[in-house]
T-cell receptor, first 117, second 110 residues
Framework: GAVVSQHPSRVICKSGTSVKIECRSL??????MFWYRQFPKQSLMLMAT?????????EQGVEKDKFLINHASLTLSTLTVTSAHPEDSSFYIC?????????????FGSGTRLTVV | EDQVTQSPEALRLQEGESSSLNCSYT??????LFWYRQDPGKGPEFLFT???AGEEKEKERLKATLTKKESFLHITAPKPEDSATYLC???????????FGTGTSLTVIP
């Protein structure tokens, strides 16, 4: 089945530094990928939608200059948290849209636990 | 406003005690309703996709159903390994965005 590989699974960084999270589709081409943020015991909140070769579409309230998304190829999307602060500590998850005829679905990465100290 | 609501927020069951989780939606132009399972510290794992009212799908002890207003995830004779958070999500005909409900945290006690 379609697999999305997300790295790193955990990262600890100092306040003010930037962190890059990668999301790769391993056996399919992902023209559309999504980035989510999840706080403890809460549901996933969509941050942005990225389409290969074009600018990402951000959800309301998400700072595009802080959360840089790049989807330069059909198999790789990256999320860079710039000038991270403790309030950016969260669980970040990527997802890829898979289409196969009429049916379609979404497969998720394993998530990245970001801790900013 | 389009909305996806799950209930209950948390559910504790004895092993073998069947029950149902609910996902209510008010989005217009439903394209698909999805059920996922999420274990702590991991990404969601796909369970089912439902597209039209009346549709049902089964997988082991789980059965998902869909009406025009809600979906149920029925768990028959659950086991401790079924303990997880179950997430419901919907997409609309107008786009590919994927909106999650609040989730139900299920604990199955041996």
């Amino acid at each position: 089945g379609a697999v999305v590989s997300q790295h790193p699974s955990r990262v600890i960084c100092k306040s003010g530094t930037s962190v890059k999270i990668e999301c790769r589709s391993l056996d399919f081409q992902a023209t559309t990928m999504f980035w989510y943020r999840q706080f403890p015991k809460q549901s996933l909140m969509l941050m942005a939608t990225s389409n290969e070769g074009s600018k990402a579409t951000y959800e309301q309230g998400v700072e595009k200059d802080k959360f840089l998304i790049n989807h330069a190829s059909l198999t790789l999307s990256t999320l860079t948290v710039t000038s991270a602060h403790p309030e950016d500590s969260s669980f970040y998850i990527c997802s890829a849209l898979i289409t196969a005829g009429f049916n379609y679905g979404y497969t998720f990465g394993s998530g990245t636990r970001l801790t900013v100290v | 406003e389009d909305q996806v609501t799950q209930s209950p927020e948390a559910l504790r069951l004895q092993e073998g005690e069947s029950s149902s989780l609910n996902c209510s939606y008010t989005v217009s132009g439903l394209r698909g309703l999805f059920w996922y399972r999420q274990d702590p510290g991991k990404g969601p794992e796909f369970l089912f996709t439902l597209y039209s009212a009346g549709e049902e799908k089964e997988k082991e002890r789980l059965k998902a159903t869909l009406t025009k207003k809600e979906s149920f995830l029925h768990i028959t004779a659950p086991k401790p390994e079924d303990s997880a958070t179950y997430l419901c999500a919907v997409t609309q005909n107008t786009g590919n965005q994927f909106y999650f409900g609040t989730g139900t945290s299920l604990t199955v006690i041996p």
